[in-house]
């Protein structure tokens, strides 16, 4: 859940507050509060992007460090009392992978009066500027020459709703080889679940892999099998690496592996993007649920020295 910090000006504490307040951390989880029922493969809390407030003079800045190997887009909501921001609020911006930027910050109106403010911040993984690539064709996320059946196509009843409107599944027998369907940065690893069932409850056991693209894009591989993955974050891999053994872990009533492109929109959605693919006998189709498709003979497949993630 989102976290709301309040921090305000007693003026015989400013001293206090000063030490106190220098370093004020407000997490963000994923704030899947608003995702639709049915829309699995949310990614899990995020918590390597943190908040500080710094005061300086009568004005607080506010700065976001993001450890994440992707840009994280955060909205901010602001209580403010006797004070004025540099921004409008609610205000929402992407910050960059790997470092720490600031945000905007707020004074006092009056200094001479109390002041206060509260905020209250939401973030996902993903830059709300990104553009998806519309004329880059994936690969089928499998070995060439495979063939399996889609059983979840766009608008798919089941689940495919919501942030998960463009995802596909393919049945799949656990333990088969995943390969990244388009080349990135490998944002978010997770395979230490061996659970999974027909239902939302078992969403927060979904062992996943994360895979942000050049255009921004980021792409969701789920239900994999424990201690499947065999990449690690911050790695690069190239379309057709291999980089998991699928499974059925999360919410999935059966074996299979389920794959959706997404853009961020703001501290708390994402929405998903239709993309084609090749198969042996198309250059670039749409898939569509009910029909198997066989990869071809001829995409790129590889076996890259992976490790263990730490
Ligand atoms: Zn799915």
Same mark, same amino acid.
């Given at each position: 859940?989102?976290?709301?910090?309040?921090?305000?000006?007693?003026?015989?504490?400013?001293?206090?507050?000063?030490?106190?307040?220098?370093?004020?951390?407000?997490?963000?989880?994923?704030?899947?509060?608003?995702?639709?029922?049915?829309?699995?493969?949310?990614?899990?809390?995020?918590?390597?992007?943190?908040?500080?407030?710094?005061?300086? /003079?009568?004005?607080?800045?506010?700065?976001?460090?993001?450890?994440?190997?992707?840009?994280?887009?955060?909205?901010?909501?602001?209580?403010?009392?006797?004070?004025?921001?540099?921004?409008?609020?609610?205000?929402?911006?992407?910050?960059?992978?790997?470092?720490?930027?600031?945000? +905007?910050?707020?004074?006092?109106?009056?200094?001479?009066?109390?002041?206060?403010?509260?905020?209250?911040?939401?973030?996902?993984?993903?830059?709300?500027?990104?553009?998806?690539?519309?004329?880059?064709?994936?690969?089928?996320?499998?070995?060439?020459?495979?063939?399996?059946?889609?059983?979840?196509?766009?608008?798919?009843?089941?689940?495919?709703?919501?942030? %998960?409107?463009?995802? *596909?599944?393919?049945?799949?027998?656990?333990?088969?080889?995943?390969? #990244?369907?388009?080349?990135?940065?490998?944002?978010?690893?997770?395979?230490?679940?061996?659970?999974?069932?027909?239902?939302?409850?078992?969403?927060?056991?979904?062992?996943? *892999?994360?895979?942000?693209?050049?255009?921004?894009?980021?792409?969701?591989?789920?239900?994999?099998?424990? %201690? /499947?993955?065999?990449?690690?974050?911050?790695?690069?891999?190239?379309?057709?690496?291999? *980089?998991?053994?699928?499974?059925?872990?999360?919410?999935?009533? /059966?074996?299979?592996?389920?794959?959706?492109?997404?853009?961020?929109?703001?501290?708390?959605?994402?929405?998903?993007?239709?993309?084609? +693919?090749?198969?042996?006998?198309?250059?670039? *189709?749409?898939?569509?649920?009910?029909?198997?498709?066989? #990869?071809?003979?001829?995409?790129?497949?590889?076996?890259?020295?992976?490790?263990?993630?730490?």
């Amino acid at each position: 859940m989102p976290v709301r910090t309040t921090e305000s000006s007693p003026k015989a504490s400013f001293a206090a507050l000063l030490t106190a307040s220098f370093f004020v951390c407000a997490l963000a989880l994923g704030a899947a509060d608003n995702q639709p029922r049915g829309s699995h493969c949310e990614p899990a809390p995020e918590t390597a992007v943190h908040v500080k407030t710094v005061h300086d /003079g009568g004005v607080t800045r506010f700065f976001v460090e993001n450890d994440e190997y992707c840009e994280v887009t955060m909205t901010f909501e602001m209580g403010l009392v006797n004070m004025k921001g540099s921004t409008t609020f609610p205000y929402t911006a992407t910050f960059a992978p790997r470092q720490t930027s600031e945000a +905007f910050e707020v004074s006092p109106v009056q200094p001479d009066s109390k002041w206060e403010y509260s905020y209250t911040n939401y973030f996902k993984l993903g830059s709300n500027c990104a553009r998806h690539d519309d004329s880059f064709v994936y690969q089928l996320p499998y070995a060439p020459g495979n063939k399996f059946k889609v059983t979840q196509g766009y608008n798919g009843k089941f689940s495919h709703t919501g942030s %998960n409107q463009y995802a *596909i599944d393919w049945d799949m027998p656990e333990g088969t080889l995943v390969h #990244a369907a388009r080349g990135g940065v490998v944002v978010r690893v997770k395979d230490d679940s061996d659970k999974g069932g027909p239902t939302m409850e078992f969403d927060h056991y979904n062992n996943y *892999i994360l895979i942000r693209h050049e255009d921004g894009t980021l792409a969701h591989y789920c239900h994999l099998q424990k %201690n /499947g993955c065999l990449v690690k974050v911050g790695q690069v891999v190239a379309m057709g690496d291999v *980089i998991a053994h699928s499974g059925n872990t999360g919410f999935s009533s /059966g074996p299979h592996l389920h794959f959706c492109v997404f853009r961020t929109q703001d501290g708390r959605a994402r929405v998903s993007i239709p993309v084609k +693919f090749r198969t042996n006998q198309e250059k670039a *189709i749409t898939l569509t649920s009910g029909h198997s498709y066989r #990869a071809s003979e001829t995409q790129s497949a590889s076996v890259r020295p992976s490790s263990k993630p730490t």
